[in-house]
Structure formats: C-alpha cells, structure tokens
C-alpha cells in the first residue's frame, strides 16, 4: 500500500516558518522526483518546488525563491520543504507528489498565514 503522508501545516504569523514533511512508504522513494504542490482556496493547484531523485532541486516557484528550500533524506523516505518568510499569499493545502513510472499524491496539510 502505497502513502505519501504529509504533517508541519499549521497556522503561523506573516514572516513565520514552518517545515513541511512527507514520508513515504510502499514505494521504492529513492528513485523517485519528488514535488511539492499548493493549492490555495478558489485556485488551481500550482507546482511549488521539484527535487530529482539524486536530490537536485530541478524548480522553483518564482514567488518562494529565496524563502523556501526543498530536501530530501533517502534514509528516512522523507522529503522535506522548509519554509521562511512566509506571507498570506503563502496560504494553501500543500500536497506532496512522488512520480517514477508511478505517481501518486500525500492527502495534503494546511497551512494558514495570518496575524
């Protein structure tokens, strides 16, 4: 059975951080790219960031350039977004993605930035 399981959302301030986890299980995670996408309410989702299999971060959005960072640990399956200098329109359900000759998608976490 195959999970990408996201946690790390959660409500924080404008210039707050959070640290976005996904662990993944039943699949073989260290030949996958794997992606962060965001969808916030009333807009499509959006291709945040995209990270080889080798851990080469291969994308950017241009709006978090500079503030979000993208990581992977093959040892624990988990791939990571690190998020800094957050604002409002940061705010978005944030999904995981894993694609080989597969893909599939976490259930997502919230994230709220709001005073």
């Known amino acids: 059975q195959v999970q990408l399981v996201e946690s790390g959302g959660g409500l924080v301030q404008p210039g707050g951080s959070l640290r976005l986890s996904c662990a993944a299980s039943g699949i073989v995670f260290s030949v996958a790219a794997m992606s962060w996408y965001r969808q916030a309410p009333g807009k499509e989702r959006e291709l945040v960031a995209t990270?080889?299999?080798?851990?080469?971060?291969?994308y950017y959005l241009d709006s978090v350039k500079g503030r979000f960072t993208m990581s992977r640990d093959n040892a624990k399956n988990t791939v990571y977004l690190q998020m800094n200098s957050l604002k409002s329109e940061d705010t978005a359900v944030y999904y995981c993605f894993g694609r080989h000759t597969w893909s599939y998608w976490g259930q997502g976490t919230l994230v709220t930035v709001s005073s």
């Open positions: 990270m080889s299999s080798a851990g080469g971060v291969t």
